[in-house]
């Protein structure tokens, strides 16, 4: 994917888009493996914000806009579903 596509890509996905190259700089980095380990860890909180933003009238009373994606709330949501889900799998891996 040339780097225009991969840009042009990023703006219609906006929070998910995923890809190998995810900064779109026509290389496979470290960098391209902390943003999946990102776009990974904020799935649980992004995907409970798009979820709310689905009912236009709760979004709009909780001022949600797109530009909430991998913010504050998401990334505490993310937080406790991971650790949730760490505990749930400890407790059934006994
Ligand atoms: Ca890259």
Redesign the pocket.
């Known amino acids: 994917m040339t780097e225009f596509a991969c840009l042009n890509q990023i703006a219609s996905d906006g929070r998910w888009f995923i890809a190998k ?9 470290i ?2 493996v902390g943003l999946w380990l990102k776009w990974t860890f904020f799935l649980p909180g992004d995907g409970l914000l798009w979820a709310v933003m689905q009912l236009p009238e709760v979004a709009i009373f909780l001022e949600l806009t797109p530009t909430a994606y991998s913010g504050w709330f998401p990334g505490v949501v993310s937080a406790i579903a991971w650790l949730v889900a760490l505990g749930i799998w400890a407790a059934i891996s006994d």
Not at 21 to 29: A, E, H, I, Q, Y
């Open positions: 190259d995810m900064n779109c700089d026509g290389v496979f980095t960098s391209d």
